[in-house]
């Protein structure tokens, strides 16, 4: 007698969790028929939102690019002689550098030099694909580029795996500048070519150039004899006669 009431419990037991199941189904169907149309609408708000979000940073980045762009090519209107180059400001030669790159069809040119940038002033793409670091030295008329900068150079080619290595200057390079520069195919771009490309030549055509060193001899002559400041000819100490 009391198997069959435990039997019986169980059974009614059962039956009420299948009912409640149900009866949790059902709701839960009902439920989101309510629910569904709501959750669909936020579900589209905010996909509309992270859109438009989105295109106000792509829109807000272009803007950006486009007046950088427009500053970058009024540096190369205004400044049309090396004289008005040699006073400018570091950050605007790198800007002038980088507008020149843009001019001759090299993509992705982006002016980065700030600190900490890893010896980085501009970076993009040659036309034919090939990725480049360039660095920029606006010094004065009489200074020249030094080795150390460009060991500097060839360790943030390494760095960056940058193809190419370009160094910019509206001065000259040393002679062990020039040397190493050689042994690492660092393309040169010295105050004459800088001048010419500024003209007009194109970027190929400068670093064809680059590989001809710096002028001969009577063109080295001569930017001594202009940039180099003069120097004092000392003064010969005369000699004493011993008193006899």
Known sequence: MARRKSRAARRRRLQRQVVGVAVGVVAVVVAWSWVWPYLLVLAVLAGLGGLGWWGLRVHRGLRERDR???????LLEVNRSMSQ???????????????LLR????????????????????IGFLPD????????KRFAPDRTVGDKDMRDLL?????????VAVLVTN???????????????????????LDSWRKGSTFDAVIAAAGGGQGNRQHLKRWQQTY??????????????LPS
């Open 68 to 74: 950088l762009w427009r500053e970058e090519d009024r």
């Open 85 to 99: 180059i040699d006073g400018m400001d570091p950050d605007d030669f790198e800007h002038m550098v980088a507008a």
């Open 103 to 122: 001019r001759d069809g090299c993509t992705e040119v982006q002016k980065v030099g700030r600190t900490n940038d890893g010896g980085r002033d501009v």
């Open 129 to 136: 694909g090939r990725s480049m670091v360039v660095q920029c």
């Open 155 to 163: 360790g943030t080619r390494t760095n960056f795996r940058a193809d």
């Open 171 to 193: 001065t000259r390079f040393s002679r062990n500048a020039l040397t190493t520069a050689a042994r690492n195919a660092i393309v040169l771009v010295h105050r004459d070519l």
């Open 228 to 241: 180099t400041p003069p120097h004092r000819t000392p003064r010969r100490r005369r000699k004493r006669s």
